[in-house]
């Protein structure tokens, strides 16, 4: 799952990241946020599930691509890039994606991709690239859910947004009166997250673990309150 606004919308800690991981999340990835919160960096250097974006600085800690094993028992690689289409970004993720996919697969028959960006159409780019090289190509970051699940025609699952578990009586999370006063007025706002309205949204992918190839995908969401 990606966690990077799991600390009242903004960032994730230490101890959320590992609360996710002991609900059942078999990995973490982040996105523009991973920074947010300032102790973060000492976990990332030894944390083995949570990973950030591999395009962010070489000298920031952590990592971009982790090789876990799932509740099934399959060995998943799941890889985290951001896009650089109106996100700023170290370096731009089609210097790094290729070279990571390679050592994914040497790891793992099943890929997953998490694509932290904002522009609709890099993240359909990237997924349309890796199409028959990784299991799924799963967009993030913009908060709405698209519906545009589909397996391509090499094998490659992708979504161009999971959408957001969060609070969707908002705006993207937010409290709908602080969003629009910063829109309206151009001033700074302190942003806090709303409560109403809560959903679990996310994609499901079906595969063949001895393949990676992907055979369907499909959105999903369940309201919680």
Request: charged share 20%.
């Amino acid at each position: 799952m990606n966690g990077e606004n799991a600390a009242d919308g903004r960032g994730i800690t230490a101890r959320l990241a590992d609360r996710l991981l002991a609900s059942g999340a078999d990995a973490v990835t982040l996105g523009n946020h991973a920074w947010a919160r300032s102790d973060l960096g000492a976990y990332l250097e030894r944390s083995e599930r949570v990973v950030r974006p591999a395009n962010l600085s070489r000298h920031a800690p952590g990592r971009g691509l982790a090789t876990v094993t799932a509740a099934g028992g399959t060995t998943v690689a799941v890889l985290n890039l951001m896009g650089s289409l109106f996100v700023p970004v170290a370096e731009s993720p089609w210097e790094h994606v290729d070279d990571l996919v390679e050592a994914a697969r040497a790891c793992a028959a099943v890929v997953v991709v998490d694509f932290h960006a904002e522009a609709t159409s890099e993240k359909v780019a990237m997924a349309r690239w890796l199409d028959g090289r990784v299991t799924a190509v799963l967009g993030t970051h913009t908060h709405v859910q698209t519906s545009d699940a589909r397996v391509q025609p090499g094998g490659t699952a992708a979504i161009t947004d999971a959408g957001m578990t969060g609070p969707h009586d908002s705006v993207i999370g937010v409290r709908a009166e602080l969003a629009i006063r910063r829109i309206r007025t151009g001033m700074p706002v302190r942003f806090e997250p709303a409560e109403g309205d809560v959903r679990i949204e996310g994609a499901t992918v079906d595969c063949d673990p001895q393949t990676g190839r992907a055979v369907a995908c499909e959105a999903v969401r369940f309201r919680v309150a």
